[in-house]
């Protein structure tokens, strides 16, 4: 899978610095060991690194912005969460302390609608990916900040995390032919199993195969356009696009943030509770199962 290290139309001061310190040392390191590598790759597609990043290589871009934004989120979550947390006390808590136990009842719930009471293993992977794709499609919204999740890079990382986690999770559960035998669909009389089955196996693992690409382009598409429309319309007509008009685009972005975060968690659950069930619980499992397909269309929806 290739990713596309799209550029920032203007670089964040905060790139600026740190490829000013570190840039070098990377671009070194990078020419000697990693370029070589994709130059083979490419030069199998008649093509090179740099027409497909969109970039020479330079100590000025050794480090992508997205690569900095993206760690500077991972920051931020933990920061965020210390700081809502504060002296926890079930007497006189805190706003802080109101506002991360609402998000934790809020996330708990959702598993156990989606996955089941089960899934409550699955909620410190859950509600670190609620979490920090908060952030990071929050981050667009300040000064001197972007949004990692505009990247494809990122998103792609992302969705196929998920992808490596519920598969993990399938195979754990059901063993790796167990695991790969639910693609086949439910048993069938032999005759239709015979023409029927084989088809909804097909299907199914192409669905699957291509779920990283659509969680990231869903997310990355979404976050992208709303940075676009923000700097496109802002521009429109300065200075009077730049009074006002920006407060109300930063609603919208954060109304955009918040249902992309809800969209790629909620995805993520329902994969997991298509490969996961309750211990010792067989007869619940078609009801589980039904449970799981009515979150998934009504999250396609």
């Not at 790629?264 to 490969?275: A, H, K, P, Q, R």
């Amino acid at each position: 899978m290739f990713l596309f290290a799209e550029a920032a139309e203007e670089t964040p001061l905060i790139v600026q610095f740190i490829n000013h310190y570190f840039g070098e040392t990377m671009y070194h390191f990078e020419v000697k060991y990693t370029k070589p590598i994709w130059d083979a790759v490419f030069a199998k597609f008649g093509t090179t690194p740099e027409a497909v990043f969109g970039a020479p290589y330079s100590p000025e871009n050794a480090i992508p912005w997205y690569t900095i934004m993206f760690v500077i989120a991972c920051v931020l979550t933990v920061f965020v969460v210390y700081l809502l947390k504060g002296k926890l006390s079930s007497d006189d808590p805190s706003q802080g302390q109101l506002t991360l136990e609402a998000g934790y009842l809020t996330i708990k719930d959702m598993i156990g609608s989606i996955i089941g009471d089960h899934g409550a293993e699955h909620f410190p992977v859950v509600a670190t990916f609620a979490v920090l794709i908060l952030v990071s499609n929050l981050m667009g919204q300040f000064p001197l900040f972007q949004s990692p999740t505009a990247s494809v890079n990122v998103t792609y990382a992302l969705g196929v995390s998920s992808f490596i986690y519920y598969n993990a999770i399938g195979i754990k559960e059901n063993g790796l032919f167990g695991h790969i035998a639910h693609f086949a669909g439910p048993r069938l009389p032999l005759l239709m199993a015979i023409i029927i089955t084989p088809l909804i196996f097909v299907i199914e693992l192409i669905s699957n195969s291509i779920r990283p690409f659509t969680l990231g382009v869903r997310l990355f598409a979404n976050m992208f356009s709303d940075e676009k429309v923000f700097q496109a319309i802002t521009n429109l007509a300065p200075p009077f696009t730049q009074f006002g008009v920006p407060l109300l685009l930063t609603g919208l972005g954060v109304f955009v943030a918040l249902v992309q975060t809800l969209v790629f968690t909620l995805l993520s659950m329902i994969y997991i509770g298509e490969v996961t069930h309750a211990p010792h619980d067989d007869h619940g499992h078609e009801d589980e199962r039904g449970r799981v397909a009515a979150a998934a269309e009504a999250a396609h929806a």
